[in-house]
Protein backbone atom coordinates (compact mmCIF):
# COMPACT_ATOMS: atom_id res chain seq x y z
CA UNK A 1 0.00 0.00 0.00
CA UNK A 2 1.30 3.72 -1.11
CA UNK A 3 1.02 6.31 1.61
CA UNK A 4 0.23 9.81 0.31
CA UNK A 5 2.98 12.96 1.36
CA UNK A 6 1.05 15.72 -0.15
CA UNK A 7 3.02 18.40 -2.27
CA UNK A 8 6.67 18.34 -1.43
CA UNK A 9 9.99 18.78 -3.76
CA UNK A 10 10.93 15.57 -3.71
CA UNK A 11 12.46 13.20 -6.38
CA UNK A 12 14.94 10.20 -6.77
CA UNK A 13 17.80 10.54 -7.99
CA UNK A 14 18.53 14.26 -7.44
CA UNK A 15 22.26 15.25 -8.91
CA UNK A 16 24.75 17.50 -7.26
CA UNK A 17 25.44 20.30 -10.06
CA UNK A 18 27.93 22.72 -8.82
CA UNK A 19 27.08 25.65 -11.38
CA UNK A 20 30.34 28.24 -12.21
CA UNK A 21 29.62 31.70 -13.32
CA UNK A 22 32.01 34.72 -13.24
CA UNK A 23 30.54 37.91 -11.98
CA UNK A 24 31.04 41.48 -13.93
CA UNK A 25 34.69 41.72 -12.53
CA UNK A 26 35.87 37.84 -13.37
CA UNK A 27 35.77 36.76 -10.09
CA UNK A 28 34.76 32.88 -10.28
CA UNK A 29 31.79 32.02 -8.14
CA UNK A 30 30.08 28.20 -7.34
CA UNK A 31 26.57 27.06 -6.20
CA UNK A 32 25.36 23.96 -5.53
CA UNK A 33 22.44 23.59 -7.48
CA UNK A 34 20.07 20.21 -6.55
CA UNK A 35 17.39 20.84 -9.04
CA UNK A 36 18.80 20.29 -12.53
CA UNK A 37 18.65 17.90 -15.64
CA UNK A 38 19.01 16.97 -19.35
CA UNK A 39 16.15 18.82 -20.54
CA UNK A 40 16.57 18.45 -24.18
CA UNK A 41 18.88 16.40 -26.50
CA UNK A 42 18.16 18.72 -29.90
CA UNK A 43 19.92 21.19 -28.89
CA UNK A 44 21.69 18.83 -25.84
CA UNK A 45 20.52 21.01 -23.08
CA UNK A 46 20.39 21.18 -19.10
CA UNK A 47 18.05 23.05 -16.95
CA UNK A 48 18.77 24.51 -13.35
CA UNK A 49 16.67 25.92 -11.20
CA UNK A 50 17.67 29.00 -9.28
CA UNK A 51 16.15 31.82 -6.92
CA UNK A 52 16.41 35.18 -8.51
CA UNK A 53 18.42 36.60 -5.07
CA UNK A 54 21.28 34.30 -5.64
CA UNK A 55 24.28 35.72 -6.71
CA UNK A 56 24.63 33.04 -9.20
CA UNK A 57 21.38 34.05 -10.75
CA UNK A 58 23.01 37.68 -11.60
CA UNK A 59 26.13 36.47 -12.52
CA UNK A 60 24.58 34.03 -15.47
CA UNK A 61 22.39 36.84 -16.77
CA UNK A 62 26.16 39.04 -16.91
CA UNK A 63 27.45 36.75 -18.37
CA UNK A 64 24.30 34.41 -20.46
CA UNK A 65 26.55 31.33 -19.48
CA UNK A 66 27.68 28.91 -16.79
CA UNK A 67 29.21 25.48 -15.91
CA UNK A 68 27.86 22.63 -14.66
CA UNK A 69 30.14 20.70 -12.38
CA UNK A 70 29.86 17.67 -11.37
CA UNK A 71 32.48 16.45 -7.95
CA UNK A 72 33.34 13.38 -7.26
CA UNK A 73 32.28 11.83 -3.82
CA UNK A 74 35.55 12.92 -2.46
CA UNK A 75 34.20 16.51 -2.47
CA UNK A 76 31.47 16.34 -0.14
CA UNK A 77 32.28 18.96 1.63
CA UNK A 78 33.14 21.49 -0.94
CA UNK A 79 30.41 20.88 -2.50
CA UNK A 80 28.23 21.12 0.71
CA UNK A 81 29.46 24.70 1.52
CA UNK A 82 28.80 25.84 -2.30
CA UNK A 83 25.17 25.65 -1.28
CA UNK A 84 25.73 27.08 1.94
CA UNK A 85 27.41 29.95 1.45
CA UNK A 86 26.39 33.32 -1.00
CA UNK A 87 29.29 34.56 -3.57
CA UNK A 88 27.65 37.89 -2.17
CA UNK A 89 29.88 37.08 0.80
CA UNK A 90 33.27 36.72 -0.62
CA UNK A 91 35.35 34.07 -2.82
CA UNK A 92 34.15 30.67 -1.79
CA UNK A 93 36.47 28.85 -4.12
CA UNK A 94 39.74 30.64 -2.71
CA UNK A 95 38.14 29.28 1.12
CA UNK A 96 37.98 25.81 -0.56
CA UNK A 97 41.42 25.94 -1.99
CA UNK A 98 39.75 24.78 -5.24
CA UNK A 99 41.05 26.05 -8.32
CA UNK A 100 39.24 26.99 -11.95
CA UNK A 101 39.84 27.95 -15.55
CA UNK A 102 37.89 29.74 -18.06
CA UNK A 103 35.70 27.66 -19.96
CA UNK A 104 36.93 27.62 -23.68
CA UNK A 105 33.70 27.35 -24.55
CA UNK A 106 31.68 29.75 -22.75
CA UNK A 107 32.75 32.93 -20.33
CA UNK A 108 32.31 30.75 -16.80
CA UNK A 109 35.04 28.55 -14.85
CA UNK A 110 35.47 24.99 -14.96
CA UNK A 111 36.46 23.58 -11.08
CA UNK A 112 39.80 21.68 -12.34
CA UNK A 113 39.38 19.15 -9.54
CA UNK A 114 35.87 18.28 -10.63
CA UNK A 115 35.98 15.49 -13.37
CA UNK A 116 33.30 16.40 -15.48
CA UNK A 117 31.87 19.62 -16.54
CA UNK A 118 28.97 20.87 -18.94
CA UNK A 119 30.04 24.18 -20.90
CA UNK A 120 26.90 26.23 -21.74
CA UNK A 121 25.29 29.06 -23.33
CA UNK A 122 21.78 30.66 -21.54
CA UNK A 123 19.40 29.50 -24.18
CA UNK A 124 15.51 29.92 -22.38
CA UNK A 125 14.36 31.27 -18.77
CA UNK A 126 11.19 30.52 -17.42
CA UNK A 127 9.56 31.34 -14.35
CA UNK A 128 8.37 28.98 -12.18
CA UNK A 129 7.57 30.41 -8.54
CA UNK A 130 10.29 30.98 -6.57
CA UNK A 131 12.91 29.64 -9.16
CA UNK A 132 13.70 30.85 -12.23
CA UNK A 133 14.13 27.68 -15.12
CA UNK A 134 17.65 28.32 -16.07
CA UNK A 135 17.86 26.31 -19.88
CA UNK A 136 21.41 26.27 -21.24
CA UNK A 137 22.67 24.59 -24.63
CA UNK A 138 25.61 22.51 -23.87
CA UNK A 139 28.07 23.59 -26.02
CA UNK A 140 31.15 20.88 -24.96
CA UNK A 141 31.24 18.01 -22.18
CA UNK A 142 34.93 18.12 -20.72
CA UNK A 143 35.83 15.22 -18.98
CA UNK A 144 39.31 13.94 -17.05
CA UNK A 145 41.17 11.60 -19.25
CA UNK A 146 41.40 9.15 -16.39
CA UNK A 147 37.68 9.11 -16.17
CA UNK A 148 37.03 8.07 -19.30
CA UNK A 149 36.38 4.27 -20.13
CA UNK A 150 37.87 2.19 -22.76
CA UNK A 151 36.15 3.59 -25.78
CA UNK A 152 36.43 7.20 -24.51
CA UNK A 153 33.19 7.55 -22.92
CA UNK A 154 32.84 9.33 -19.53
CA UNK A 155 32.85 6.15 -16.73
CA UNK A 156 30.19 6.88 -13.86
CA UNK A 157 32.23 4.56 -11.83
CA UNK A 158 35.64 6.56 -12.58
CA UNK A 159 33.74 10.02 -11.69
CA UNK A 160 31.98 8.54 -8.73
CA UNK A 161 29.16 11.30 -9.08
CA UNK A 162 27.75 12.47 -5.87
CA UNK A 163 23.19 12.30 -5.55
CA UNK A 164 21.53 14.68 -2.89
CA UNK A 165 18.60 13.20 -1.59
CA UNK A 166 15.90 15.77 -0.54
CA UNK A 167 13.68 13.94 1.83
CA UNK A 168 16.41 13.53 4.09
CA UNK A 169 18.47 16.07 3.66
CA UNK A 170 22.13 14.06 2.75
CA UNK A 171 24.19 13.12 -0.23
CA UNK A 172 24.81 9.43 -1.28
CA UNK A 173 27.18 8.00 -3.63
CA UNK A 174 26.05 5.86 -6.60
CA UNK A 175 25.66 2.18 -6.74
CA UNK A 176 27.06 0.18 -9.07
CA UNK A 177 25.72 -1.24 -12.39
CA UNK A 178 22.32 -3.64 -12.27
CA UNK A 179 21.62 -3.80 -16.04
CA UNK A 180 22.14 -2.55 -19.60
CA UNK A 181 19.72 0.06 -20.39
CA UNK A 182 17.58 -0.52 -23.70
CA UNK A 183 18.64 -3.72 -23.30
CA UNK A 184 16.98 -5.59 -20.06
CA UNK A 185 13.42 -4.29 -21.45
CA UNK A 186 13.28 -6.05 -24.79
CA UNK A 187 11.79 -9.20 -23.34
CA UNK A 188 8.15 -7.01 -22.94
CA UNK A 189 8.59 -5.87 -26.66
CA UNK A 190 5.66 -6.77 -28.47
CA UNK A 191 6.86 -9.41 -31.21
CA UNK A 192 5.75 -9.45 -34.85
Not at 51 to 62: A, P, V
Not at 128 to 157: A, M, R, S, T
Amino acid sequence: MKKNLGSKDIVFPTPVFIVGTYNAEGVPNAMNVAWGGICGSNPPSVAIAIRKSRCTYDNINEKMAFTVNIPSEQYVAESDYFGMDSGKNGNKLERTGLTTVKSSMVDAPIIQEFPFALECKVINQIENGQHIIVIGEILNVVVDEDCLGVEGEPDIEKIAPMLYNPAKVNYYGIGSKIEEAFSVGKKFMKKE
